[in-house]
């Protein structure tokens, strides 16, 4: 595992940035796996930034995104379909029909997950995939628990991270209760997984995720399994990981 330090916020995303922008330019076809929440905004800005001002074309990428809530719709400015539209996607010059989110409103949840595992291999799965990191570990919507799961599911999201979003809804009550996750399968057989966090507040989470024993109660520590993990991160987030 490679662990790029950044002073900030700024930094980390300018670095987070760069790794997606080399991918692109080193394979411009190639297949992102993409993630949502306040992490990726600002690297996000500089793709769009560097799409503007430098050529950065998006014209061949693919894209997968992890998750999406269910019971949204694409155009609710909670889903995560319009986070990426709004945050990247009508920025740049990707073609929508090769961007992919699970479909939150579909009416058979598990005929969704078996649709989006077959888009995955497809693909051939992510040659990187961005990741957050939550607080209670767990990457995508892939939630602490006795197990592993492999393939995309749909799952209930726990007090802790209802909690953590709750404060992108005019109220508690609005946070969805479940949502359409990329299993950890799906995420593990990506080429290359790129981890960004930032915050004080992730510095717990990053150490039982990288320094800890390999748990399914800290989904985010299957990582240390994979051949090919960057965690960027800002002092504040490594300040507990030796």
Wanted: charged share 20%; with cysteine.
């Amino acid at each position: 595992m490679q662990i790029y330090r950044t002073e900030n916020y700024e930094a980390m995303s300018e670095k987070v940035a760069a790794l997606i922008a080399a991918q692109i330019i080193a394979r411009p076809d190639c297949v992102l796996g993409l993630a949502t929440g306040s992490t990726p905004i600002g690297a996000y800005a500089r793709l769009v930034e560097w799409h503007r001002e430098g050529g950065l074309s998006f014209a061949g990428v693919r894209t997968v995104n992890l998750d999406e809530y269910r019971g949204l719709t694409p155009n609710h400015d909670q889903s995560y379909r319009y986070f990426m539209q709004t945050n990247l996607f009508d920025h740049v010059d990707v073609d929508r029909a090769n961007t992919n989110v699970p479909d939150g409103l579909a009416a058979d949840p598990a005929a969704e997950c078996a649709r989006y595992d077959r888009v995955l291999r497809d693909l051939g799965y992510a040659d990187l995939q961005l990741l957050g990191l939550g607080h209670n570990g767990h990457i995508g919507f892939n939630e602490p628990g006795p197990a592993f799961v492999l393939p995309t599911h749909m799952v209930d999201l726990t007090e802790s991270t209802i909690n953590a979003n709750a404060r992108l809804f005019s109220s508690r009550d609005e946070v969805p209760r479940q949502a359409l996750t990329m299993g950890i399968g799906g995420i593990m057989r990506a080429k290359r997984v790129v981890v960004a966090v930032s915050g004080a507040d992730k510095a717990e989470a990053v150490a039982r995720a990288f320094a800890g024993p390999v748990t399914p109660e800290v989904p985010a520590s299957v990582l240390q399994l994979h051949p090919d993990v960057v965690l960027v991160a800002d002092a504040a987030a490594l300040s507990k990981l030796n």
